[in-house]
């Protein structure tokens, strides 16, 4: 599911992010919902933009180092 993501640009951290939690921790129905919108951007029915869109940290957003 990564590697075919990465096709559409869309990194393994964005996924994570969309998901709220790492790769070893996704359910079926994480992977089930990926399948879809996967299936969803392919058909161009939606956007990577839309469907995992950018999150910033509060330290990011009051200019702060996030590290």
Not at 23 to 44: E, H, I, K, M
Request: glycine share 8%; charged share 30%; proline share 3%.
């Amino acid at each position: 599911m990564v590697a075919a993501y990465a096709e559409l640009g869309v990194t393994e951290k964005q996924i994570e992010g969309r998901m709220n939690r790492a790769r070893g921790q996704w359910t079926a129905a994480d992977v089930a919902d990926l399948g879809v919108v996967f299936n969803s951007l392919r058909r161009r029915e939606t956007t990577v933009d839309q469907e995992f869109p950018e999150r910033f940290t509060t330290e990011e957003l009051a200019g702060g180092d996030p590290q």
